[in-house]
């Protein structure tokens, strides 16, 4: 916590400084009111009339919006943009000024006439044109000054407003303006329809001549040479039979390539004897019968041969099968593996036909190809005069149907003509004055405010404090304590309903205001103005709560004749609820929570988090917290929660300065910053509330006992 330097504006002083100054700013805004009225009523009047048309899309017998998807971007607020900068183009004013005759108006062309008050004044600081300005130029900028062209927001009518010193003359340019441009709008887009269709014309025939005898060309060259295309992507007869043999001849490579692989395979297990475990062979029916006839034979020749000799006749009829069987199965796998290798012949006879086809069909596309340069030339060129034919058509059509149905894009509808009127647009002497008065008014009061805030309200605000007031009470002799009221910063308040009206009258934004009250001794009982400041802020219509700091036990309910019940202490030892220890104060609206019971673990209700925790709580529900103990207990209440308090509250005797308030910025012997302080100077009437106050409660404690 650091030392407070807080920078008071005094309102007083500033109010004194412009109550003095008062008179000389009437006076003044007064005389430039009166000058302005003066100035404004020497020039001519000129009168404004305004015409308004409005831009739309053009609506067929039906009365729907004919081409509504084509108008719908040229009606944006670009568009109107647009319309208002062609309202204000050269070409329409000069059109205006020819058909009014302007030009041999004096009014806007000066040189033929005697110049006016604003003209001259505007020749004499160098802003009325040169000698060497052209005529047309010089009533093309008048004409300009006096033209008002404008588009309110989120609408498409336009205004135009044309001011002149003749009323009659200012309707009539105003009328004629938006009359000339509606007319413009309605004929420019059938001329330009007109004019594109008489130039297209003669290219459209011109081109379906040529396109005709380009693709005639092409057909007779294709037949001359013999070049003929089909297919799906339209190509040449040559192109898609090389395109064919080129696929043919991919496919018997690959063939004759597996059938070389298989019959060189074939060779090598004929020649390791192991022919019959070729996959052809194992799947011949044929050669699996034999196979299964054999292992039958060589099965009965190993069980007979147990029991009979080798020369027994069975024993040689058996061999002679199976050799017959031999020879038989050897006959049928070498008409397999003679199949496997004409396979291989044949792909390769194959491939070559292939090859010998591809390369005659080269040949005849080869003596084909200036012809096949020449054909494509052809067709390029017929391709891009179709190209060139068919975009003109499309042009061709597109104008034709907008001059079919007469469909203007964008037309203007007059939606009021200007008249002529009666009452001038400039000068307005009277209002023009009075806003000049105002002005000057209250500039002049901004400049006494800036100037009484760096002089009298700062400066001098200290001695106004203390010097003033002890004029006053000078005959009184109560100059004592007001000349207390130094720069301590320490607000000196002489009665508990002021320092409620002061604590009242500073209410935050999020949360209650917390003050801690205590006295300028450890003896001193504060509960007296505790009580009371709490009902006079709570009779002013805040929401009040006081809190008994009294870890030790003996507070203010004993004084206020409250029964003995839980409080603070059981709260933040967690023993008790707020609904069990909120309670209300007698004959107030305020609320009150009591010390409770002595506790003998200081650190538990000292430790931050819990105090802090408490009285966040309370902000949320109270506008006003009013923390009221002993000197010793609010110091270390202080330190502990580092000075969370918006207000602190010192009790003292009358005229004698508390040992806890050393200077300015510091209470309870710590530096603060942002934190009001009072000092509460007691008075007889307030020491007669306190013994009235401890009769009460020593009353309300005796009825207690009795019952």
């Known amino acids: 916590m650091a030392t407070a330097a807080p920078d008071d504006i005094d309102i007083g002083a500033i109010w004194r400084s412009l109550k003095r100054a008062m008179p000389k700013l009437v006076l003044l805004s007064l005389l430039t009111g009166a000058l302005t009225y003066a100035v404004l009523s020497q020039f001519p009047p000129r009168y404004t009339s305004e015409a308004q048309i409005q831009v739309v899309a053009p609506r067929d017998a039906n009365g729907a919006d004919r081409s509504a998807e084509s108008v719908a971007s040229r009606l944006d607020r670009e568009a109107i943009n647009t319309h208002l900068r062609s309202l204000l183009s050269p070409d329409l004013a000069l059109q205006i000024i020819a058909e009014e005759k302007l030009d041999k108006n004096p009014e806007f062309n000066d040189a033929i006439g005697t110049p006016g008050l604003l003209q001259r004044i505007k020749n004499a600081v160098g802003l009325g044109g040169t000698d060497s300005e052209s005529e047309q130029d010089r009533v093309l900028k008048a004409f300009n000054s006096r033209l008002d062209v404008y588009s309110p927001r989120e609408s498409r009518v336009i205004g135009i407003r044309f001011t002149s010193s003749?009323?009659?003359?200012?309707?009539?340019?105003?009328?004629?303006?938006?009359?000339?441009?509606?007319?413009?709008?309605?004929?420019?887009?059938?001329?330009?329809?007109?004019?594109?269709?008489?130039?297209?014309?003669?290219?459209i025939d011109k081109l379906m001549n040529e396109v005709a005898d380009a693709e005639a060309a092409v057909e007779k060259f294709r037949a001359k040479a013999d070049i003929f295309k089909g297919g799906p992507n339209n190509t040449g007869l040559n192109q898609q039979q090389l395109a064919d043999l080129n696929t043919e001849l991919t496919r018997a490579q690959a063939a004759r390539s597996e059938a070389d692989a298989r019959a060189q395979s074939v060779r090598e297990m004929v020649r390791a004897g192991n022919a019959e475990s070729l996959p052809d062979v194992q799947r011949s029916p044929l050669i699996q019968n034999l196979v299964q006839q054999r292992v039958r034979v060589e099965r009965q020749l190993s069980e007979l041969s147990a029991t009979l000799l080798p020369a027994h006749p069975r024993m040689r009829q058996l061999r002679?099968?199976?050799?017959?069987?031999?020879?038989?199965?050897k006959s049928e796998v070498g008409k397999i593996v003679e199949g496997i290798e004409k396979g291989a012949s044949i792909a390769a006879s194959r491939e070559a036909s292939v090859r010998r086809s591809l390369e005659q069909v080269k040949k005849e596309t080869a003596g084909t190809g200036e012809d096949e340069v020449q054909l494509r030339q052809l067709e390029a060129v017929a391709r891009s005069k179709r190209a060139e034919l068919d975009r003109l058509q499309a042009r061709y059509e597109s104008n034709r149907i907008a001059a079919d149905r007469r469909a203007v894009p964008v037309e203007a509808q007059i939606v009021s003509v200007a008249r002529p009127t009666s009452v001038p647009s400039f000068p307005k002497p009277l209002p023009y004055a009075i806003l000049v008065s105002l002005a000057t008014l209250l500039f002049g009061i901004a400049i006494v405010v800036t100037k009484a805030l760096f002089t009298a309200a700062r400066g001098s605000t200290a001695e106004h404090e203390v010097f003033e007031p002890a004029v006053a009470e000078l005959a009184t002799g109560e100059?004592?304590?007001?000349?207390?009221r130094d720069a301590s910063r320490v607000h000196v308040v002489k009665s508990v309903a002021d320092l409620a009206y002061q604590l009242a009258a500073h209410p935050q934004d999020i949360g209650g205001f917390r003050a801690l009250m205590t006295g300028s001794s450890e003896q001193m009982d504060i509960g007296t103005e505790g009580i009371d400041l709490a009902k006079a802020m709570s009779d002013a219509g805040s929401d009040v709560i006081v809190l008994d700091w009294a870890p030790e036990g003996h507070g203010l309910a004993e004084a206020l004749g409250i029964v003995p019940r839980p409080g603070l202490n059981e709260l933040l030892q967690g023993k008790a609820t707020f609904e069990a220890v909120v309670t209300r104060i007698p004959a107030s609206g305020a609320h009150f929570i009591a010390a409770g019971a002595p506790v003998h673990?200081?650190?538990?209700?000292?430790?931050?988090?819990r105090l802090n925790l408490t009285l966040d709580a309370l902000d949320t529900a109270y506008d006003q917290i009013l923390v009221v103990g002993r000197t010793d207990v609010a110091r270390a209440l202080f330190e502990a929660i580092q000075g969370r308090f918006d207000a602190g509250i010192i009790v003292s005797e009358a005229r004698r300065r508390p040992a806890t308030v050393q200077g300015g910025g510091t209470f309870l012997g710590f530096d603060v910053t942002d934190i009001e302080l009072f000092r509460l100077e007691r008075s007889k009437t307030t020491e007669i509330a306190r013994e009235r106050l401890a009769r009460v409660g020593a009353k309300g404690r005796l009825e207690a006992r009795i019952s």
């Open 166 to 203: 003749d009323p009659a003359l200012a309707a009539e340019v105003a009328n004629r303006i938006a009359e000339a441009y509606r007319t413009s709008l309605a004929t420019r887009s059938l001329s330009q329809t007109d004019e594109v269709q008489q130039a297209l014309q003669p290219k």
């Open 601 to 609: 673990d200081r650190d538990i209700v000292f430790d931050p988090d």
């Open 479 to 484: 100059l004592a304590p007001v000349l207390a």
């Open 320 to 329: 002679a099968d199976l050799q017959g069987l031999e020879r038989q199965i």
